[in-house]
C-alpha cells in the first residue's frame, strides 16, 4: 500500500492563479480530509468528505474547493491564490467519519507571491 | 467547542533523560485522544491513541501516554530519549466526526541536547 499520497511536493503560485492539489488513498478509507499547517497555529480543517460524492466544511473553508467523485480521490482547489494561503497542505484518511486515526500524506508546500 | 492545549512550544532534553510532553484538551464527551510526530519536512505519524478502557496507552518508539479525565490531560511520556526523538509532537483530540475532524495543538518543538 502507498498510503496516502500527495503531488505535488512543492508549488509556488502568483496571487490570483489557481491550482489544484491532488491526494490519493488506497486503504480503501471513507472520511479523507485537508488541513493546513502554519507556524504556531497546528494544523486547521479545511474540508472534510465522509464518503464519495459527499463534502462538507472545516474550520477555514475559504478560497478552498473540493470534490469527491472517488473513494480514491480527494483534491483541493485554490481558485484565486492569495498569500495568506502561504503554507504546508496535509491531506488525511481514515477508516471511517468516527474519527478512528487518521493518516497523513506527505504534504504539500504551497508559496503564493 | 472542542480545544487542545500544548503549554509547552519548545522543550530541550538531555540524551537518555526522560521526557513529558503536556497536553489538555476541552471535549464535552469521551474524548479519542492522539499523540502525532512531525519530523522536519516530514508528514504526521501516529505515535499512540486513547479510545477507551486502560487509561495509559502504550505507542510506538517506546512512548506511552496517561489519559486522566480529571485533569483533562493526557500527557506523553519516554523514559529515556533519543536524538532521534527531536521532532514537532502534536496532541489531537477528535469524536465527533465531521465538521469537528481532529483539534490539533499548536505543538511541542522537541530539541535533544547530546
Known amino acids: 500500500n502507498a498510503g496516502v499520497t500527495q503531488t505535488p511536493k512543492f508549488q509556488v503560485l502568483k496571487t490570483g ?5 491532488q491526494c490519493a488513498q488506497d ?11 502554519d507556524p504556531g497555529m ?9 464518503g464519495a460524492g459527499i463534502t462538507d466544511q472545516g474550520e477555514v473553508p475559504n478560497g478552498y474547493n473540493v470534490s469527491r ?10 481558485l484565486s491564490a492569495a498569500p495568506s494561503q ?9 477508516y471511517s467519519a468516527d474519527i478512528y486515526e487518521q493518516y497523513f500524506g506527505p504534504g504539500t508546500r504551497l508559496t503564493v507571491t | ?13 538531555s540524551e537518555g533523560a526522560s521526557l513529558e510532553l503536556r ?3 476541552s471535549y464535552g464527551a469521551t474524548p479519542y485522544l492522539f499523540w502525532y510526530v512531525q519530523s522536519p519536512g516530514q508528514g504526521l505519524q501516529l505515535l499512540l491513541k486513547y479510545f477507551s478502557g486502560d487509561t495509559l496507552v502504550q505507542g510506538i518508539k517506546g512512548f506511552e501516554a496517561e489519559f486522566k479525565r480529571s485533569q483533562s490531560s493526557f500527557n506523553l511520556r ?3 530519549v533519543h536524538w532521534s526523538d527531536a521532532a514537532e509532537y502534536f496532541c489531537a483530540v477528535g469524536g465527533g466526526g465531521g465538521a469537528d475532524g481532529l483539534t490539533f495543538g499548536k505543538g511541542t518543538h522537541l530539541i535533544i541536547q547530546p
Open chain 1, 17 to 21: 492563479q489557481s491550482m489544484t492539489l
Open chain 1, 27 to 37: 486503504m480503501n478509507h471513507e472520511y479523507m480530509s485537508w488541513y493546513r499547517q
Open chain 1, 42 to 50: 497546528g494544523l486547521r480543517l479545511i474540508h472534510y468528505s465522509v
Open chain 1, 69 to 78: 467523485s472517488t473513494t480514491e480521490d480527494f483534491p483541493l482547489r485554490l
Open chain 1, 86 to 94: 502561504t503554507s504546508v497542505y496535509f491531506c488525511a484518511s481514515s
Open chain 2, 1 to 13: 467547542a472542542q480545544s487542545v492545549t500544548q503549554p509547552d512550544i519548545h522543550i530541550t532534553v
Open chain 2, 23 to 25: 497536553c489538555n484538551y
Open chain 2, 78 to 80: 519516554k523514559p529515556s
